[in-house]
T-cell receptor
Framework: DGGITQSPKYLFRKEGQNVTLSCEQNLNHDAMYWYRQDPGQGLRLIYYSQIVNDFQKGDIAEGYSVSREKKESFPLTVTSAQKNPTAFYLC?????????????FGPGTRLTVL | SQQGEEDPQALSIQEGENATMNCSYKTSINNLQWYRQNSGRGLVHLILIRSNEREKHSGRLRVTLDTSKKSSSLLITASRAADTASYFCATDIQGAQKLVFGQGTRLTINP
């Protein structure tokens, strides 16, 4: 099946720890995105990547880091610098850099800080 | 405030009725997209309407776009219980290379 996968589905973090959320796609898409969603809210863009080995900050990049070493993979690290990391994290991909293309979303990772 | 603002925030109707959701935005766009999200899940793309289009249909969905008023509406006809979800508009702002999502409308269809 073609699609976009995220793991884990649920993640618990102690304060002061870094955690990495996985995002993989087999759609051969060039562009990938990370969003954060808080309860009852819309999506806010954290980071995005239009092509391998390149990425740009979104609207709320502070306390997060990413890498794009492979076309299929776009992992997100939530660092200890992120003061309020408890949220639902969504990864998406699209065919090209132009946002004329629809975005395909993964099932999400729910991160809770203990 | 966000680029896309949706109205109403929540909507509850009886099965079989039509549901209308509205989205307003502030700056010029290339296109506007509507997505659906079931509780605790990822988003699913429903429909894309380009800035030079005024209306688009897909099954029971009808989307309109009025660029002079910077607004769009999503109409779901003959609603079903399975349409219960949150619906988001997303705007592709000119020159931005990214989508900006609204806060969403929570739609509940009562059987």
């Amino acid at each position: 099946d073609g699609g976009i996968t995220q793991s884990p589905k649920y993640l618990f973090r102690k304060e002061g720890q870094n955690v990495t959320l996985s995002c993989e796609q087999n759609l051969n898409h060039d562009a990938m995105y990370w969003y954060r969603q808080d309860p009852g809210q819309g999506l806010r863009l954290i980071y995005y990547s239009q092509i391998v080995n390149d990425f740009q900050k979104g609207d709320i990049a502070e306390g997060y880091s990413v890498s794009r070493e492979k076309k299929e993979s776009f992992p997100l690290t939530v660092t200890s610098a992120q003061k309020n990391p408890t949220a639902f994290y969504l990864c998406a991909s699209s065919r090209g850099g132009s946002s004329y293309n629809e975005q395909f979303f993964g099932p999400g990772t729910r991160l809770t800080v203990l | 405030s966000q680029q896309g603002e949706e109205d109403p925030q929540a909507l509850s109707i009886q099965e079989g009725e039509n549901a209308t959701m509205n989205c307003s935005y502030k700056t010029s766009i290339n296109n506007l997209q509507w997505y659906r999200q079931n509780s605790g899940r990822g988003l699913v793309h429903l429909i894309l309407i380009r800035s030079n289009e005024r209306e688009k249909h897909s099954g029971r969905l009808r989307v309109t776009l009025d660029t002079s008023k910077k607004s769009s509406s999503l109409l779901i006809t003959a609603s079903r219980a399975a349409d219960t979800a949150s619906y988001f508009c997303a705007t592709d702002i000119q020159g931005a290379q990214k989508l900006v999502f609204g806060q969403g409308t929570r739609l509940t269809i009562n059987p």
